[in-house]
């Protein structure tokens, strides 16, 4: 049996050979799996923390897998496509319904961004880089994994379509000098196929969240510039075509949606709804600036959040303890953006000088190439200036930039561009013995150590808040548990509470939910307050000596005998 042995052994590196796979590559699939496994332990302990907005997307996913419903939407969201919830559906026949089965699905959609991303480092710069760049994503603050995470509706699958989205525009200008009118038929069938592929992804990715747009802006630019002519083909109908089948639930809503229920004039209601904290208290428009760059940006793209909201400029007192902390974060968001505009003149620096040297029709191949790479890196930061820039001037910047950090997340495609400067030509300043080399070698290699540092550290209190997560999560099954053996199955709570106790209750328990005035509140499943409604002593369910709990004991008062539990956290009124 030995020269089968030989045979398979043989075989295998003409496999990997036929695929393109090198060491980088297997490095790299390495790192994913590792990266991936790592996550699926935080998943197993239930980390990160639930909320509502999650028990809401389990909902969903309950209702697709047992009763055969379609929902266009995120219930309550008639703009953001539920494609986490579709996901998670077959998982739950396979694994039962649970927090972990709506979690599982989103580890593919993980390590399917950390390899885009891969492909595209290794378009634009080296393999090495691109390597380097999979073992920092392969890290990261927990706020970044908590996006990667949590099924709140858009942020994992946003992330891999920006990824995607660039790495499919960037190969195809990038390829565009295979196409011609005499090209073989089978190079512009692939290529059409590819154009239809790139389609369908910017459909879906705009059906999920409009978050997508600065990236498809800027791909569509890159396309514009160095694909006219095939574009002009049947490879533009592809496009197209891709497109409308991405969309085509997102546009069948609209097409038939009541007037004013549209997703374009619902996301401009809800926005104004969020922004109405800031503009009822005035905040300048600095205040904006100052919470996107020295808050968000960094939150967004991998700095440790550490700093309360006040101890940042224009958003509270200076006090001399917390400045450290504050420099930090604020450095963070500076640095990124300093780095980004550096990144941007090298590109066009670059451009400008083969322009220069001869006209663009003149042009040799290796020329050509060179000129797209750096009009695909000027992509990737146009696309995060864009996305910086429209988060800039919303007033929720000003208010909570915190919390709306994340509708960020599209900046972290453009991380490799930013970090480029800080990597290429140290080999050479290693060879020169000028001091300025030397320091602008230590400078360099200094912030990539604290990038890489921090991205680790991040990881470190990642794991370190897995057991304070644990207890909330068994925590929330024993409230669970006490409600359904006082027969407590209907009740009225607050938003964050309602769907959570919902889903994990596996629909044992409906609730709706109320606000600060005991008034119908935010039910994103609108059935669920009917049900509640019709039942004969619905229970009140709210946190401890909260002004609800508070103003429910009062009113019930008022309509006879009732009994008051207290349980995991919560008071429960219950009337007899």
């Known amino acids: 049996m030995w020269w089968k042995h030989e045979t398979m052994h043989g075989s295998i590196p003409k496999l990997l050979k036929s695929l393109r796979i090198g060491p980088y590559e297997l490095c790299m699939l390495v790192v994913v799996a590792v990266a991936t496994i790592a996550r699926l332990v935080l998943i197993s302990y239930n980390w990160p923390v639930t909320n509502s907005d999650e028990g809401n997307m389990g909902l969903l996913a309950m209702h697709v897998a047992y009763r055969g419903e379609l929902p266009i939407f995120f219930y309550g969201l008639p703009y953001m496509g539920p494609v986490e919830g579709y996901i998670a559906a077959p998982l739950f026949h396979l694994f039962g319904t649970s927090l972990f089965s709506l979690r599982v699905g989103l580890l593919l959609l993980f390590a399917l961004f950390l390899i885009s991303m891969y492909y595209l480092t290794h378009l634009l710069y080296t393999k090495k880089f691109a390597l380097a760049i999979v073992v920092l994503f392969s890290l990261g603050s927990d706020l970044v994994i908590q996006h990667q995470l949590k099924a709140v509706g858009e942020y994992p699958e946003t992330e891999l379509f920006a990824a995607l989205i660039a790495l499919l525009a960037c190969w195809l200008a990038l390829s565009s000098h295979t196409f011609s009118a005499d090209a073989p038929a089978q190079v512009k069938r692939r290529r059409a196929v590819v154009f239809g592929l790139l389609g369908l992804v910017v459909g879906i990715a705009v059906w999920v969240d409009f978050l997508i747009l600065p990236v498809v802006a800027a791909a569509g630019l890159l396309l514009l510039l160095f694909c006219w002519k095939e574009l002009r083909t049947w490879a533009g109908m592809s496009l197209v075509t891709g497109i409308i089948t991405g969309a085509f639930p997102l546009i069948l809503y609209n097409m038939t949606a009541p007037q004013g229920q549209d997703s374009l004039t619902m996301l401009y209601k809800i926005h104004q709804a969020e922004a109405l904290p800031a503009t009822a208290q005035h905040l300048p428009f600095l205040r904006q600036v100052v919470g996107t760059i020295f808050i968000s940006l960094p939150l967004a793209t991998g700095a440790n959040p550490s700093c309360p909201i006040a101890t940042f400029p224009l958003f509270g007192p200076l006090t001399t303890s917390a400045l450290p902390c504050a420099v930090f974060e604020s450095s963070w968001g500076i640095g990124f953006i300093t780095l980004g505009m550096l990144a941007a003149f090298l590109a066009v620096h670059s451009i400008w000088s083969l322009w220069r040297k001869s006209p663009a029709g003149e042009w040799t191949l290796e020329e050509r190439q060179t000129t797209i790479r750096q009009c695909a890196r000027l992509m ?12 800039m001037l919303s007033p929720v910047a000003a208010d909570i930039p915190d919390i709306t950090s994340r509708y960020l997340i599209c900046l972290l495609i453009a991380v490799p561009t930013v970090l480029w400067p800080l990597w290429s030509g140290n080999s050479r300043l290693m060879a020169l013995s000028g001091w300025r080399e030397k320091a602008l070698l230590v400078l360099k290699v200094g912030l990539l150590v ?10 470190v209190r990642t794991f370190a808040g897995v057991p304070p997560t644990e207890a909330v999560y068994s925590q929330e099954g024993a409230l669970v548990q006490d409600l359904l053996q006082i027969g407590t199955t209907r009740i009225y709570s607050e938003y964050w509470t309602c769907n959570r106790l919902t889903f994990r209750s596996q629909e044992q328990i409906i609730c709706s939910a109320l606000d600060e005035q005991l008034k119908p509140g935010f039910d994103r499943y609108l059935p669920y307050r009917s049900i509640v409604g019709a039942a004969a002593h619905p229970a009140y369910v709210f946190p401890l000596h909260s002004q609800q709990s508070v103003a429910v ?24």
Do not use: N, P, W
């Not at 930061?381 to 988060?391: C, D, Q, R």
């Not at 604290?450 to 990881?459: D, K």
């Not at 009062?554 to 309509?559: G, Q, S, V, Y």
């Open 553 to 576: 004991q009062r009113e019930l008062l008022t309509k006879g005998h009732y009994r008051h539990y207290i349980f995991e956290g919560y008071d429960v009124y219950q009337l007899d």
């Open 450 to 459: 604290l990038v890489a540092t921090t991205f680790l550290l991040g990881m």
């Open 380 to 391: 990737l930061l146009v696309s995060a200036g864009l996305t910086i820039v429209s988060y």
